[in-house]
């Protein structure tokens, strides 16, 4: 049977429509944002605030926390690649049942080994059973607590381990936030209301089930899987098997199993690879038009798939990531990546374009825009990052 070939053009079209970029296709609210995009990452506070933000119009900070904290309709969780995304509330037993389930189990052997290792208990193993019962009972029937609140507590979270001390990232660190970590990919906790401003993390914590109201409902691992890559298709097909790999952060195999049970057909794509959408959705879609957009650090979009080439050009990558391959922030002139963002020291964006690249007059226009649009939606507030792309280093220091 004769597949069809998806180009990257059209693979940009479906970009800008999908994934609400383009101005003509912005999302109603935090939810409709976060279901078109299946996740947001949110390794860094203020990327879900973001990345909200350029999917939608008339959208605040505190809709986004209201979201979170409040309507508790968006959740954070670790799963996929032990990353923290925002997920819609229906999408956790999908994730609890296979991506987070996966980072859980590995969390819980790391730690045993490492109380071991470092003198903590004799048995790493039961340290943690005696360590995450503690904190279950201390947060029953108790509002939501700080890590630092429950260390202080609870004797049995008590521990430290000095790692890598002839390395900038060594130290001596508590073992506390790691069980907290562990019980929030297990689905036992969740990070209830931020203490700090949206742009920092500062999580409390709470029982999901009080949370919530009831506790998800789990699914096999196959089932989960299943359900992640049908909603990742919907947002990012076609995409590679290598690309679902990748995000689910899973084996080969399991990858395999999961487009199967999405039922995804095959498409070629430009370059000679195979790459997979829904049975549903092999029609091309229609032209996108002209749009721009100015995309946070470790943007759905631009971490969505493993091999990037329809969008970005691999030479520029390193400009645009940084050693460990997270994405800086991102200038979007039709569906490429053209160059970063920045903020000068009264907190106005300022966009920076590749060295040798030409958008044209409509281009810089169309940037320009958004850069006066997310200038005026941040009102001030300057935004940290640790994921700096040497394209931002420099532009700073220019």
Not at 58 to 70: H, I
Not at 366 to 388: C, F, H, K, M
Request: aromatic share 6%.
């Amino acid at each position: 049977m004769h597949r069809r070939h998806v180009d990257d053009t059209e693979r940009r079209n479906r970009l800008a429509l999908r994934h609400g970029l383009h101005p003509d296709q912005r999302l109603a609210d935090p939810v409709a944002a976060t279901r078109a995009m299946t996740v947001l990452h949110a390794t860094e506070s203020a990327t879900v605030h973001l990345a909200v933000h350029a999917r939608t119009t008339g959208t605040s900070p505190a809709d986004v926390d209201r979201s979170l904290y409040d309507d508790r309709a968006l959740v954070k969780q670790l799963a996929m690649r032990r990353t923290l995304f925002v997920m819609p509330v229906d999408l956790l037993p999908a994730a609890l049942g296979s991506a987070s389930a996966r980072v859980a189990a590995e969390q819980r052997r790391l730690i045993g080994r490492d109380v071991e290792r470092h003198g903590v208990a004799r048995d790493g193993q039961v340290w943690i059973e005696r360590a995450t019962a503690a904190v279950v009972d201390l947060l029953t029937g108790s509002p939501p607590l700080s890590a630092r609140q429950l260390r202080e507590e609870l004797p049995e979270l008590s521990g430290t381990i000095t790692v890598d001390t002839d390395k900038r990232w060594g130290g001596t660190f508590q073992l506390a936030p790691r069980v907290l970590t562990l019980l929030g990919a297990a689905g036992v906790l969740v990070r209830g209301p931020n203490v700090g401003h949206w742009r920092t993390s500062r999580p409390t914590w709470t029982l999901m089930d009080s949370w919530l109201g009831a506790a998800p409902e789990r699914v096999t691992t196959e089932e989960g899987y299943g359900v992640l890559v049908r909603r990742w298709l919907r947002t990012f097909g076609p995409g590679t098997l290598e690309d679902v790999q990748w995000w689910l952060g899973s084996t080969r195999t399991a990858a395999r199993a999961a487009l199967a049970a999405a039922d995804a057909v095959e498409v070629g794509l430009d370059g000679g690879g195979t790459g997979w959408v829904l049975p549903e959705d092999v029609d091309e879609v229609s032209e996108a038009g002209p749009w721009a957009a100015l995309l946070p650090t470790l943007d759905p979009t631009t971490m969505g798939w493993k091999q990037r080439g329809f969008y970005l050009d691999p030479r520029h990558v390193p400009s645009l990531f940084d050693s460990f391959g997270n994405a800086g922030t991102t200038a979007w002139w039709q569906g490429r990546v053209v160059g970063c963002w920045v903020q000068d020291a009264q907190a106005g964006v300022r966009v920076v374009l590749r060295e040798g690249e030409d958008v044209g007059s409509q281009g810089r226009a169309a940037l320009a825009a958004e850069a006066d649009r997310l200038t005026a939606w941040l009102d001030g507030v300057q935004i940290p990052t640790v994921y700096t792309s040497p394209l931002m280093k420099e532009s700073r220091l220019s």
